[in-house]
């Protein structure tokens, strides 16, 4: 028996290849500014590094004063969605190769809702709605002999997509129609309550039901189909949707 | 500090209207009158445009013989009543989503609904009280069985 070695040295190129893009941020301080304005940076890149690298270098490297969200930065706290080249990503999720990098990247905050500082917005109307269709298991009966409520595969996976909501909000601000009032639930609570109302275990479905039916519930969905290509995580948002829709009109899950 | 004002920010702590909501009717109504209105709008344009002598066909005498017809005036009533209120909720929807203040959206609503009302009244007085054979009209002008009159 021998110690496997390593037969051959690896090749490691000389350099590097490294570019530069340039990144126009849309920068806002509510202490100076009245309205937001875009501004430029140039910053040298590699080919692993994602929009969020490239945030923290100038952040690190060039102004101090950017400001934007950003918590695990590995795609699963869902603090850095923002609008880069006009589509709604996660920043630690899209790799500068990925975009046109002959052109300027554009990083602006996420629409329709409160803009606090550069990429920062005011998510509690948000996460207000998420609240207001009551994201917890409701049920009214005690657990067989006070052990888990066992659910079966099939079960589990009727709403399997909707469990991977990471409440980024990259959804609820692509839609157009969240844009125009603010009112509507918007998909990422309507995503929410779908994990629960085609949970087995739950039995609050009606009440779920009752509130998405309102005047600014699912109804106003258009099928813009906005929502299932902004998601992060591949969730069929208008799928999920247009299944509440159904269960509303059935009036049980 | 400021910050940008907050245009779309919910309105404090949802109300919940009671009583009855409508959204869900005129979500189903659309599709249903849409399937519906599939039919009878390509029916209509088949028997109008491309059967028979085609569009050539259209005159005074066309028109009056079709609705001189039990079965086109149940059609034509259909397709009226259908597609005006299939375009009037889609076009309240649209205002729905697009005005601004509540006094533009009571504004625009309440013109859309009068003038789906005057239409629908409008058309529905012609289908029925429509004349085929006007008294003093020409006989190649009106339709055959005007003839015996």
Same mark, same amino acid.
Request: one cysteine or more; aromatic letters at 10%; glycine letters at 6%.
């Given at each position: 028996?021998?110690?496997?070695?390593?037969?051959?040295?690896?090749?490691?190129?000389?350099?590097?290849?490294?570019?530069?893009?340039?990144?126009?941020?849309?920068?806002?301080?509510?202490?100076?500014?009245?309205?937001?304005?875009?501004?430029?940076?140039?910053?040298?890149?590699?080919?692993?590094?994602?929009?969020?690298?490239?945030? /923290?270098?100038?952040?690190?490297?060039?102004?101090?004063?950017?400001?934007?969200?950003?918590?695990?930065? /590995?795609?699963?706290?869902?603090?850095?969605?923002?609008?880069?080249?006009?589509?709604?990503?996660?920043? &630690?999720?899209?790799?500068?190769?990925?975009?046109?990098?002959?052109?300027?990247?554009? !990083?602006?905050?996420?629409?329709? +809702?409160?803009?606090?500082?550069?990429?920062?917005?005011?998510?509690?109307?948000?996460?207000?709605?998420?609240?207001?269709?009551?994201?917890?298991?409701?049920?009214?009966?005690?657990?067989?002999?006070?052990?888990?409520?066992?659910?079966?595969?099939?079960?589990?996976?009727?709403?399997?997509?909707?469990?991977?909501?990471?409440? &980024?909000?990259?959804?609820?601000?692509?839609?157009?129609?969240?844009?125009?009032?603010?009112?509507?639930?918007?998909?990422?609570?309507?995503?929410?309550? /779908?994990?629960? !109302?085609?949970?087995?275990?739950?039995?609050?479905?009606?009440?779920? +039901?009752?509130?998405?039916?309102?005047?600014?519930?699912?109804?106003? &969905?258009?099928?813009?189909?906005?929502?299932?290509?902004?998601?992060?995580?591949?969730?069929?948002?208008?799928?999920?949707?247009?299944?509440?829709?159904?269960?509303?009109?059935?009036?049980?899950? | 500090?400021?910050?940008?004002?907050?245009?779309?920010?919910?309105?404090?702590?949802?109300?919940?209207?009671?009583?009855?909501?409508?959204?869900?009717?005129?979500?189903?109504?659309?599709?249903?009158?849409?399937?519906?209105?599939?039919?009878? $709008?390509?029916?209509?344009?088949?028997?109008?445009?491309?059967?028979?002598?085609?569009?050539?066909?259209?005159?005074?005498?066309?028109?009056?013989?079709?609705?001189?017809?039990?079965?086109?005036?149940?059609?034509?009533? *259909?397709?009226?009543?259908?597609?005006?209120?299939?375009?009037?909720?889609?076009?309240?929807?649209? $205002?729905?989503?697009?005005?601004?203040?509540?006094?533009?959206?009571?504004?625009?609503?309440?013109?859309?609904?009068?003038?789906?009302?005057?239409?629908?009244?409008?058309?529905?007085?012609?289908?029925?009280?429509?004349?085929?054979?006007?008294?003093?009209?020409?006989?190649? *002008?009106?339709?055959?069985?005007?003839?015996?009159?």
């Amino acid at each position: 028996m021998s110690t496997a070695t390593l037969d051959s040295k690896p090749t490691v190129p000389d350099e590097i290849p490294s570019f530069t893009a340039t990144i126009i941020v849309r920068r806002f301080d509510p202490d100076k500014d009245a309205e937001p304005y875009w501004q430029d940076f140039d910053v040298v890149m590699y080919g692993t590094d994602r929009v969020l690298d490239a945030l /923290h270098k100038i952040k690190w490297e060039q102004d101090g004063s950017l400001s934007f969200r950003r918590s695990c930065a /590995h795609g699963v706290c869902g603090s850095d969605a923002m609008r880069i080249n006009g589509r709604n990503r996660l920043a &630690c999720k899209t790799l500068l190769k990925d975009l046109d990098i002959s052109k300027p990247i554009y !990083i602006e905050a996420i629409k329709g +809702l409160p803009l606090e500082k550069d990429l920062i917005v005011d998510m509690d109307p948000f996460f207000e709605s998420y609240k207001a269709i009551n994201p917890f298991l409701i049920s009214n009966t005690p657990s067989k002999d006070g052990k888990e409520r066992k659910q079966s595969p099939v079960e589990r996976a009727r709403f399997d997509d909707t469990t991977k909501c990471i409440l &980024c909000a990259a959804c609820t601000s692509s839609c157009p129609v969240f844009w125009t009032d603010g009112q509507y639930f918007g998909p990422a609570a309507i995503v929410n309550a /779908h994990r629960f !109302i085609f949970d087995s275990r739950d039995e609050g479905a009606q009440v779920r +039901l009752d509130i998405l039916n309102d005047k600014e519930g699912v109804w106003r &969905c258009r099928t813009t189909f906005n929502c299932s290509e902004a998601c992060p995580r591949g969730i069929q948002v208008t799928q999920a949707i247009a299944e509440v829709k159904q269960a509303v009109m059935r009036g049980r899950a | 500090m400021t910050t940008i004002e907050a245009p779309r920010s919910p309105k404090p702590a949802r109300t919940r209207r009671r009583g009855i909501n409508g959204e869900k009717w005129g979500w189903i109504y659309m599709r249903a009158s849409g399937l519906v209105l599939v039919i009878l $709008i390509f029916g209509h344009l088949f028997v109008n445009l491309v059967s028979g002598k085609g569009v050539n066909a259209i005159d005074f005498a066309f028109v009056a013989g079709k609705l001189a017809d039990p079965f086109w005036v149940v059609w034509d009533t *259909l397709l009226l009543w259908l597609a005006l209120i299939h375009g009037s909720n889609g076009i309240r929807t649209l $205002i729905n989503d697009y005005t601004r203040t509540p006094l533009t959206r009571r504004i625009l609503l309440i013109a859309v609904a009068t003038a789906t009302a005057v239409l629908l009244i409008l058309g529905t007085l012609v289908i029925y009280t429509f004349d085929p054979c006007p008294a003093g009209a020409a006989a190649n *002008l009106v339709p055959s069985f005007c003839q015996g009159r």
